[in-house]
């Protein structure tokens, strides 16, 4: 069934239209969750707000925008909100708690997992903006277009905002760029 | 071409979003600059294992345990929307009660005021025009009762009448 009308079903009050919708986005909706908290309890939580909000807003979108795009924007504001309300949590403290020595000591079959905790941890601590744009093309594989206007800036935009992160996710890892080069 | 431009070429070409002409730039660039070749290595490594992550399992029964919510949130939401109603009709009730209160006020004319004697006297009337009808019928009880009034308005309260 073709997403418009499955939409505008929903739209009209119909649950097993919004369920389809549901059933289509709940893992990239988790994921990309998941991708800016690293945890999986919270990761499903903020996955269903994100619904939530979807389906108090549902009534309001005009199909002028596509509904995936939509539902991120929905979902980039959920997190943010998240982040803001958890502020007094110190945002690594969501992340792996693997020791420093642990993650440093990369020997063995677990050799990329700990190098992206490490890389993830390190993403953690960058300004929120930083962090959304490097999880939505990094993580999720979004394209520039398809982040412009989920983010509603221009593709110039999300170039030098992406070229920026990288910098400084880059800065923040200088301890252990070693690891990342060939020859580690 | 400088580093810092080269720095950005690079940040381009993980997403393999390079211009055309940029990656010539950028390859002679490279050949000539060690640093910026360490870059472009750690740049391809930080960021293509990041793409390789793989993600856990969210938990089952997504949509089972999503509906419930759904459904409070409906009967949350008409409840909001009756208080988002009704408050904003609060004021607008109040404005026309107070309106209707004003038009009743100027336009429904008030029962006329009682004046006092003095204020009968004053404006040049008889103040027992009321009681000219009874006195002009000529009964004696009415008669008696005028002159009970009178006497009460006279200097001394003796004078009563004994039939």
Redesign the interface.
Same mark, same amino acid.
């Given at each position: 069934m073709e997403e418009e009308k499955i939409v505008q079903s929903a739209q009209k009050g119909d649950?097993d239209a919004?369920?389809i919708l549901?059933?289509r986005y709940?893992?990239k909706m988790?994921?990309l969750a998941?991708?800016m908290t690293n945890n999986?309890?919270t990761?499903?939580d903020l996955?269903?707000d994100i619904?939530?909000k979807a389906?108090?807003a549902l009534p309001r979108f005009n199909l002028e925008s596509k509904f995936s795009t939509w539902l991120y924007r929905i979902a980039i504001n959920t997190i943010k909100d998240f982040f803001r309300k958890e502020s007094g949590i110190e945002k690594v403290s969501l992340h792996d708690h693997t020791g420093i020595e642990d993650r440093v000591n990369f020997n063995g079959e677990n050799e990329?997992q700990r190098?992206?905790g490490l890389?993830?941890e390190n993403i953690g601590k960058l300004p929120e903006k930083h962090r959304i744009i490097?999880t939505l093309?990094?993580?999720q594989?979004k394209s520039?277009s398809e982040i412009a206007e989920i983010l509603n800036i221009s593709p110039g935009t999300v170039?030098s905002r992406?070229?920026r992160a990288?910098?400084k996710?880059?800065k923040v890892?200088a301890p252990y760029?070693s690891l990342?080069?060939?020859e580690s | 071409m400088k580093c810092k431009k080269a720095?950005?070429l690079i940040?381009?070409s993980?997403?393999r979003?390079l211009k055309p002409g940029e990656e010539e730039e950028l390859l002679k660039h490279l050949k000539e600059c060690p640093l910026c070749r360490? +870059?472009k290595?750690?740049?391809e490594?930080?960021?293509g294992? &990041?793409?390789?992550?793989v993600?856990?399992e969210? +938990?089952p029964y997504?949509?089972t345990?999503?509906?419930p919510? &759904?459904k409070r949130?409906v009967s949350y939401?008409s409840w909001l929307a009756w208080k988002k109603w009704g408050l904003r009709a609060a004021p607008v009730s109040l404005l026309l009660l107070i309106i209707f209160a004003s038009l009743v006020m100027i336009f429904v004319p008030s029962e006329q005021k009682e004046l006092s004697s003095a204020e009968i006297l004053l404006q040049n009337q008889n103040p027992f025009v009321e009681s000219l009808p009874l006195l002009e019928e000529g009964r004696i009880e009415n008669e008696n009762i005028h002159l009970i009034f009178t006497s009460m308005n006279g200097e001394n309260g003796a004078r009563r009448y004994f039939p």
């Open positions: 649950k919004f369920g549901v059933e709940r893992n988790f994921y998941y991708g999986r309890e990761a499903d996955a269903q619904f939530i389906y108090r990329k190098k992206l890389i993830k490097l093309r990094d993580i594989g520039y170039d992406l070229f990288r910098k996710l880059r890892m760029l990342f080069r060939r | 720095e950005k940040s381009r993980v997403d979003a360490q +870059k290595e750690e740049y490594n930080i960021f294992i &990041l793409g390789e992550q993600f856990p969210s +938990k997504f949509w345990r999503l509906k919510k &759904l949130e939401e």
